[in-house]
């Protein structure tokens, strides 16, 4: 993964978690199910994004809902396990981004659609 997409250990991402819903405001996740992330066209991204995943790049992967995450509340968990770099071939991957919960029903889980993930080596 590191050498074909020039990726690096901890490099951090910006994308819209789940490309079937708004980029603004609260989103609720199924448990479980499959969600795409996309890399919006946006300003502000740094230029290590824009050089290794550019705007359009889709991540491919499922969320989790954790009741203690990394900061010790209740978070959205999402594991992108394949990617797709505009004009390349989809290619697999270890990327997580953890965000804050807003809430828990129904095996869903409320949370932001935008933030931040990191290239990590294997899954937490």
Known sequence: MVKELHWED????ILVLDDRH????KTWFTAGS????????????HRRQLEVAPPGTRFYGKAYYLKKGFDGNPSLLIRYDRVKLPGQDERPICFVVESRSYGFKDGRVQAGNFNEGSVVDRWP
């Open 10 to 13: 901890e490099d951090r991402f």
């Open 22 to 25: 708004n980029i603004e405001g």
């Open 34 to 45: 499959d969600v795409v992330g996309v890399v919006p066209k946006i300003k502000g991204l």
